[in-house]
């Protein structure tokens, strides 16, 4: 998807003392979108079909090329200086590498832009990519009980053909072509979606997590690894983490495989209770209970059938028994989406 620019857009996405009021937005400009499923999930929510994939979904910091041949040259100011693009815990920061200092972050980049280069291949020719970031909102509530906020940046991305094409860097799944889709930065982990595993990596690679795909929902439960854990003061662990994504997205035989699509929604609960659904659901819509290699137990999927997921593995139906085995989540189907699972 693409949309043509007609003037730069800097309103902030709920932030708007960065850079003054926001004035109305002409029809068929740009608009900012927080694109979860809904607007306060807490334990009840939609799932999402993909753990993060799209071209720019990870980033070395240190220039190192990411799968798509991709590397980081720096961040320039709207006056045309280069910085080195770094992070200070999830936050984006230009650091001037002469003076040792912060120049500017987070909020402050808004109307920067990121400066990315891919090498040329015998198919493709070299490029280079500029991504405006174009609104920050630090302040998302987070769907945990006490969880932390957390911030996010629409981000948007030239098209090195024609300059005046803007790509977003977040895929619309609406493609209506009106807006860029919210973005919250993870640093030094990314996530394989073939496997929808996690790979903890050294300090210098980021994640640009689509507010809608399942690693940015883990870190609105409170999950993100350079976050504290409602109720503790530390992250939540690699494996808490890795159960989340395997719930979100229905890989219940924890090899990467989605026995869903975008938008389904469930009822979830994780075991210190900081997400839990509003109304305490019945035990027979219980889905799935959950760790890190998927489902333990599986009762009523929230999509496919049981044959469907028997082809892949074997998994018991879920007791009440069960509950005090290890487990990170606890998911329900919907009622309205209960009944024979075939």
Partial sequence: ?????????????????MTGACASEPEGELEFRDDTGCTNCGGSGSNSAHANEYPIDKLSLSSYPNEAGI????????????????????????????????VASAGELVGWTIKLYRAGTPEEPAEEIDIEIL??????????????????????????????????VCPDPEED????????IISGEIYLEHSKQIVDVAPGWITIACLGNAVAK??????????????????ATVNQRQSTIRMITADYCGEG??????????????????????TAPLWLNVEAL?????????????????????????????????????????????????????
């Fill in 177 to 184: 072509g009106a807006d860029v889709i919210t973005s919250t």
């Fill in 71 to 102: 590397t980081v040259v720096g961040i320039e100011d709207p006056l045309g200086t280069l910085y080195w693009l770094t992070t200070a815990g999830d936050d984006l920061v230009a650091f001037d590498r002469l003076t040792l200092t912060d």
């Fill in 257 to 278: 495989v989605s026995f869903t699509e975008d938008g389904i929604h469930l009822d979830w609960e994780n075991l210190a209770e900081t997400v839990s659904p509003d």
């Fill in 135 to 168: 609104g920050f909102d630090g302040n998302i509530a987070s769907w945990a009980d006490e969880g932390p906020a957390i911030s996010a940046y629409a981000l948007a991305y030239h098209d090195s053909g024609n300059y005046n094409e803007l790509y977003p």
């Fill in 1 to 17: 998807m693409k949309m043509r620019i007609v003037e730069k857009i800097v309103c902030c996405l709920g932030v708007a003392a």
């Fill in 218 to 235: 883990m870190k609105r439960m409170g999950y993100g690894p350079n976050q504290a854990f409602p109720g503790q003061g530390t992250p």
């Fill in 290 to 342: 959950w760790d890190e290699d998927g489902a333990i137990c599986l009762s009523n999927p929230r999509l496919a059938t049981l044959p469907e997921v028997a082809a892949l593995c074997t998994l018991p139906t879920c007791t009440p028994q069960m509950v005090t085995e290890q487990h990170e989540w606890t998911s329900w189907r919907l009622p309205e989406l209960s009944g024979s699972t075939g």
